[in-house]
Nanobody, 122 residues
Framework: QVPMVESGGGSVQAGGSLRLSCGAS??????LGWVRQDGEKPREGIASISSTGRTNYRDSVRGRFTISRDNARNELYLQMDNLKPEDTAVYYC??????????????????WGPGTQVTVSS
């Protein structure tokens, strides 16, 4: 496992936006995704993108978050708009080989990086 490193988190007010990034050079052919964890709650997958660009989202973020990847730069992104206090969490980027959706990314083959904190105030 080679954990990826996330960046771009911060503190914003409700309705604001943030863009998360992650270097994914070791996983260019993998399904990539974003997982978040709020305190002691279970981790939840929120978005995935296949190597061919097919995306999948958890209902709670669909329409507000956009996952994308730049295969030339080996970067993964998560554009988060209209943020809500319930989006507050540590966000992790992960890679998985095989079936690609926001649930299967929890079976990460890349392990867990340090994460990046996102805090949304009301």
């Amino acid at each position: 496992q080679v954990p990826m490193v996330e960046s771009g988190g911060g503190s914003v007010q409700a309705g604001g936006s943030l863009r998360l990034s992650c270097g994914a050079s070791a996983y260019s052919a993998y399904c990539l995704g974003w997982v978040r964890q709020d305190g002691e709650k279970p981790r939840e997958g929120i978005a995935s993108i296949s190597s061919t660009g097919r995306t999948n989202y958890r209902d709670s973020v669909r329409g507000r978050f956009t996952i994308s990847r730049d295969n030339a730069r080996n970067e993964l992104y998560l554009q988060m708009d209209n943020l809500k206090p319930e989006d507050t969490a540590v966000y992790y980027c992960v890679a998985v080989w095989g079936k690609c959706d926001y649930v299967t990314i929890l079976l990460t083959d890349s392990g867990w990086g340090p994460g990046t904190q996102v805090t949304v105030s009301s």
